[in-house]
């Protein structure tokens, strides 16, 4: 049974930082691309930051480049988000995806296999 568990968010002022966390267990994690998305009540899920089996290739949306960084350790099957610099609209709750690779990082909710539970991120102003 694949399992994604995210941790780490939680409150926040603007301007400052969290690392998110989501471990996987259940799959071969290197098999994978691993996604984060990002809901607000109302909205669609959105694409935030993606990265390849290997770690050697991440793609970011647009509103978080140059802000967080996706990364992961294939021995702990975990992979992070870091945010830094964080606005007030980047409050939401945070899921992590993986993806069985069939080629470039994908982007879109309904190329993901398996989703997180979330966890929600708030930023005060």
């Known amino acids: 049974q694949v399992q994604l568990v995210e941790s780490g968010g939680g409150l926040v002022q603007a301007g400052g930082s969290l690392r998110l966390s989501c471990a996987a267990s259940g799959l071969t994690f290197t098999w994978y691309n691993m996604g984060w998305f990002r809901q607000t009540p109302g909205k669609e899920r959105e694409f935030v930051a993606g990265?390849?089996?290997?770690?050697?290739?991440?793609v970011y949306a647009d509103p978080v480049k140059d802000r967080f960084i996706i990364s992961r350790d294939n021995a702990k099957n975990t992979v992070y988000l870091q945010m830094n610099s964080l606005k007030p609209e980047d409050a939401a709750v945070y899921y992590c995806?993986?993806?069985?690779?069939?080629?470039?990082?994908?982007?879109?909710?309904?190329?993901?296999?398996?989703w997180g539970q979330g966890t929600q991120v708030a930023v005060s102003s």
């Open positions: 995806a993986a993806e069985m690779k069939r080629g470039m990082i994908p982007t879109t909710n309904r190329a993901y296999d398996y």
């Open positions: 990265i390849s089996w290997s770690g050697g290739g991440t």
